[in-house]
């Protein structure tokens, strides 16, 4: 067995001299750091070594860090060790237990079987007497007879302990063999631990020696590594102090050149303010050319502004301030099949303002300022509109009215649907672009309010109570303007706001009709937009207004069929439409009385009908044999209100011969407002009328 473990003493000094050989190393390691350290750190921060310097300490501390692991290793193995003897100690004791109880039982046994043999020698010594008792017996008496079989019986009982005693011999020398037997086994399992404990110890032996190997290794590559660095370092100290001899000249140079520039400076002020006072004096002269210049363009500007507004005017007045057009819907489902439903419309194909109508087999012509077919585009038909609608930007009053019979398409023309919207949506969208265009010299607010008139009376869509009535006023400023007191109005800067709006209009009609069908075809449906300016550079303000009119249906209540209120309704639509027809009548024909008292919707749109606005009128036309009676009647008043424009005396008898209101007030300062001053107006209702009455005498004379 090797003498090892702390339980050997040899062992344990061994290890323990190894640790503090191991120890004393470390620490003079760490001395040698410790001073190679504080050598390179002062003379040369920063060069290029002091970055290998620090791998290299890195490296160290990596090496000292591996020594203290391997130090960790040798510990647990001396501990394995530890307990390996321990437990070698244990079995040693343990088998030298055994060993004395088996010398022990040994010596029992042998002094059992030496007495065995001894009774047994007896025993045979005693036989013969007993053989001659039993002969004497036999010959000689009973009792000797009864003697002898007593020493039979003992003899027996004798035999019978000798067996037993033989049986008692034969077990012990079982047991003898069976200890023998363990004796063998633990031996063997001693040298096991013994080889075993040879081998761990020729492990630790080699683990140590190539730790100490790499320890050696790694402190003379370390080692050597230091010293080229500082090899290098000294070289590049010598490098330095030979550059600082050489730069000491180009020092005092510098020095020199300094102290010049620095009288430079001191100069400088003095200088600099010479050249401001120059380049101030130049900057004035300049602003006041700019200036003048800038005067001069806006004098310009002002001048081309007015000649814009004169031309504009100009060429609506060539156009006419009032324009007639018409749109024709195309067939749709709900016309139904049929000779009723067949097309009685047909166009010119050189002539975009030629409509012709087949009426009761009789072809009829008429001539507007342009007519759109069925396959005319909402934008096609907002394009004959656009400049109209930008006009309210340079604040001109603008009227576009939608005219015609229910289901002809005023609705599809001035609201459209949301994929495709008609005139309403696509102006404010317009409005919005042009006044962004704008933006730079032009503030501009949008606002819309939305009324309706039905049977003569006029409510606000967009207010918290729209059953409420609402009345025109004349402006108590005694301008003569009018003003709805309580129409609401909206702010709008996109096109969200206005679905919002709308939508919010819908609702309240919604709400306060269950058949909105019905009840919209019979009503007029009004989107007020203004649009008010401020031109930043001169403070001119403007104000223009786009009157966006959805009227009720011109259809002619039969004869026989209306009673009630049906005919009331029918009474009151057909009596503003007149009136709107007698107004832009006079109107064209520049009578000096318009009669717009005659309804609440002229009344309300006096402002933006008579001066220098400009008026639209849409006559919506239903293709459809069955609607040919009133397609005719929607035509002779569209050119009829387009033909007023005569020589104003002819103009009188014309008017004459189609309003039913002979009556009228004719009223000399109509075309007095100017719309750039406006901030609300509206103007109001006249009464109403038989609804045949004006309608038949628009019927054609043929
Ligand atoms: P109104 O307002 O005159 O009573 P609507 O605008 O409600 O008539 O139109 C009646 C029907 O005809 C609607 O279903 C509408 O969509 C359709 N319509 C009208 N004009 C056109 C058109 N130009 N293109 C397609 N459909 C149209
Ligand atoms: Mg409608």
Not at 40 to 65: F, I, K, M, V
Not at 230 to 237: C, F, G, T
Not at 260 to 281: D, I, M, T, Y
Not at 296 to 314: A, I, S, T
């Amino acid at each position: 067995m090797p003498p090892l473990g702390p339980g050997s003493p040899q062992g344990g000094t061994d290890l323990e001299k190894h640790r503090d050989r191991l120890m004393v190393e470390n620490e003079r390691l760490r001395q040698e750091l410790q001073e190679w350290r504080a050598q390179p750190a002062g003379p040369c921060p920063g060069c290029e070594h002091s970055q290998e310097s620090t791998r290299l300490r890195d490296q160290l501390s990596q090496l000292q860090l591996e020594v203290a692991e391997n130090k960790g290793a040798l510990s647990e193995l001396n501990l394995e060790v530890q307990q390996k003897t321990d437990r070698l100690a244990e079995v040693e004791l343990r088998l030298k237990d055994c060993l004395a109880e088996k010398a022990q039982e040994e010596e029992r046994l042998s002094r059992r079987l030496r007495d065995s043999h001894e009774t047994i020698a007896s025993l045979r010594a005693q036989s013969p007497p007993v053989k001659y008792v039993i002969k004497t017996v036999e010959v000689e008496s009973p009792k000797t007879k009864q003697a002898l079989s007593e020493s039979q019986a003992r003899n027996q009982h004798l035999q019978e302990q000798v067996a037993m005693q033989r049986q008692v011999l034969k077990e012990m020398e079982q047991q003898l063999q069976s200890s023998h037997q363990l004796t063998v086994q633990l031996r063997a399992q001693i040298a096991m631990y013994e080889s075993e404990l040879e081998r761990a110890h020729g492990q630790m032996l080699e683990e140590m020696q190539s730790l100490e190997e790499d320890k050696n290794r790694a402190i003379e590559e370390a080692f050597a590594r230091a010293q080229v660095e500082m090899k290098a370092v000294h070289e590049n100290l010598a490098g330095v102090r030979t550059n600082l001899l050489t730069l000491q000249p180009a020092l005092r140079t510098l020095t020199n050149d300094y102290n010049g520039l620095k009288r430079q400076v001191r100069g400088f002020p003095l200088l600099l303010q010479e050249a401001l006072r120059s380049v101030k004096a130049e900057i004035g002269q300049a602003i006041e050319e700019v200036n003048t210049n800038n005067q001069e363009l806006l004098r310009k500007y002002r001048r081309e502004l007015q000649l814009r507004k004169k031309c504009h005017n100009e060429l609506v007045r060539l156009k006419g301030n009032i324009r007639v057009i018409a749109r024709v819907r195309p067939v749709t489902k709900e016309d139904g099949e049929g000779p009723e439903a067949t097309n009685a419309v047909t166009f010119d194909p050189d002539d975009d303002s030629i409509i012709h109508l087949l009426h009761k087999g009789k072809p009829v012509s008429f001539e507007l300022d342009k007519v759109f077919s069925p396959w005319a585009s909402q934008q096609d038909v907002f394009q004959e509109v656009q400049a109209l609608i930008t006009s309210c930007i340079d604040g001109f009053n603008v009227c576009i009215f939608a005219y015609g019979q229910t289901g002809a398409g005023k609705t599809y023309t001035m609201e459209g649907t949301p994929e495709n919207p008609g005139i309403n949506q696509r102006a404010l969208q317009l409005l919005f672009s042009e006044v962004q265009d704008k933006a730079s010299d032009w503030e501009y607010t949008i606002t819309v309010s939305a009324a309706e008139i039905y049977n003569e009376v006029l409510r606000d869509l967009l207010g918290r109570e729209p059953q409420e009535k609402l009345e025109i006023r004349l402006c108590p400023d005694g301008s003569g303007q009018l003003y709805v007191p309580g129409l609401t109005e909206f702010q709008v800067q996109s096109v969200d706001d206005i679905n919002k709006v709308f939508e919010f209009g819908h609702t309240n009609r919604t709400t306060e009709f269950t058949n909105l069908n019905e009840h919209s075809s019979r009503s007029h449906a009004l989107l007020i937009v203004t649009v008010r300016g401020v031109d930043c550079s001169t403070g001119l303000r403007t104000t223009g207004k786009l009157n966006l009119v959805d009227l009720a249906g011109s259809e002619r209540v039969g004869k026989s069929g209306a009673e009630g209120s049906r005919l009331r309704e029918a009474q009151h639509i057909n009596k503003s439409l007149s009136a709107l027809g007698d107004v832009i009548a006079a109107l064209r024909s520049r009578q000096g009385h318009v009669p717009f008292r005659n309804s609440k919707l002229t009344y309300l749109l006096q402002d933006s009908l008579s001066g220098d606005s400009k008026t639209l009128m849409v006559v919506q036309v239903s293709p459809v044999e069955k609607n040919t009676s009133e397609t005719l009647y929607s035509l002779k008043f569209a050119e009829r209100v387009r033909s007023v424009e005569l020589g104003p005396g002819s103009r009188r008898t014309e008017l004459g011969s189609w309003s039913s209101q002979e009556h009228l007030e004719w009223e000399s300062a109509c075309q007095t407002p100017q719309p750039a001053a406006r901030a609300h107006s509206a103007p109001s209702s006249g009464t109403s009328s038989r609804p045949g009455s004006i309608r038949r005498k628009l019927q054609p004379s043929a």
